[in-house]
């Protein structure tokens, strides 16, 4: 008797790259919407710290996980900017950006991409709608700061306030957006200088690591927070940080860290296995995974 033969199942293989991520929510978040899609797929984490490498090596692992057999990778801190060199091929808003948090594998080609800043847009839509966000203050010059700000000014934000305390970082930020976006302001300030410019804006983005479970606490005073003025944290473990709490205490639209994280995650899985997960899925196991 002739047996039958079906073509093998496709599988994946994904993993994390960056420093302390055995925490970190997104290999569970692929695995059960993969399960839940009826597609095998195996997330794993690379701990930079735990392997005891520099966050240069990323280079190295990156072009060594094709030969392993990986589909794809996600890239955090402290490497999204040091993958860069490493790529083969950078997608339009990647190479925009200076920052890759995922790679995905054309056979042995690694194409960077970064769903960060769509991820924020995405979120900052579905979560307050209708907003407006003509003068927006950002908080946090670093990676997650610079993607904010693409976003911002690619929808339409025409004046952006960038406020670090490293002020150096802040202007190496606004110039470099000014030279993209020349229609936009942009404008880079010490936190002292924070009061002026909050009193006429729209909206307020942390994209500092303020409120974190490692760095507890607020970005800036409370009193400094308006009700007239939207407050997004980027934050999301804790998903309701003590600036979500304040700003809520004081009658301001809030946006929490969580929606973003899920959107660059699912953003991300569609692009390593060519699916489109459930969002409302992903996000509902997200919000189990954060319950207290
Ligand atoms: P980073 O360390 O590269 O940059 C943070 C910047 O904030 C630094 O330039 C630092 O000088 C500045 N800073 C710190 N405290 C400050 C303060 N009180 N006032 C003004 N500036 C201050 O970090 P990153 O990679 O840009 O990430 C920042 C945070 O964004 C992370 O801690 C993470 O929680 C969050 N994040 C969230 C998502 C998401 O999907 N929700 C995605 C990426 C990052």
């Not at 095998?40 to 990323?58: F, G, M, N, Q, S």
């Not at 409120?211 to 804790?238: C, F, I, K, N, Q």
Request: net charge negative; hydrophobic share 45%; aromatic share 4%.
């Amino acid at each position: 008797m002739r047996g039958t033969t079906t073509a093998p199942e496709r599988s994946f293989l994904v993993g994390l790259i960056g420093a302390g991520i055995g925490p970190s929510l997104t290999p569970a978040m692929h695995e059960r919407e993969a399960a839940a899609l009826g597609l095998r797929l195996v997330y794993r984490t690379i701990d930079i710290d735990v392997l005891d490498l520099p966050p240069e090596a990323v280079g190295e692992l990156v072009r060594s996980a094709p030969h392993y057999g990986f589909d794809g990778l996600n890239i955090t801190h402290p490497c999204k900017q040091l993958v860069l060199p490493h790529l083969d091929r950078l997608a339009p808003d990647a190479a925009a950006l200076g920052a890759v948090n995922t790679v995905v594998f054309d056979g042995r080609t690694a194409v960077g991409h970064n769903t960060d800043w769509s991820g924020f847009l995405g979120s900052l839509e579905a979560g307050l709608p209708g907003a407006r966000r003509d003068r927006v203050v950002l908080l946090g010059a670093g990676g997650a700061g610079a993607a904010v700000a693409h976003a911002l000014f690619t929808s339409g934000t025409g004046d952006l306030v960038i406020a670090d305390r490293d002020v150096g970082r802040a202007r190496d930020l606004a110039r470099g957006l000014a030279a993209r976006f020349p229609g936009g302001s942009c404008t880079a300030i010490p936190p002292e200088d924070l009061p002026a410019h909050l009193a006429r804006a729209d909206g307020l983005v942390n994209a500092t690591p303020m409120g974190m479970a490692d760095h507890p606490g607020l970005p800036l005073p409370a009193e400094l927070l308006d009700p007239s003025t939207w407050v997004a944290d980027l934050v999301y473990r804790p998903l309701r940080t003590a600036l979500v709490t304040a700003a809520e205490r004081r009658g301001c639209p809030v946006l929490p860290g969580g929606r973003m994280a899920v959107l660059q995650a699912v953003e991300a899985f569609e692009l390593i296995t060519g699916l489109t997960p459930d969002r409302d899925r992903v996000y509902a196991h997200f919000a189990e995974l954060t319950a207290d």
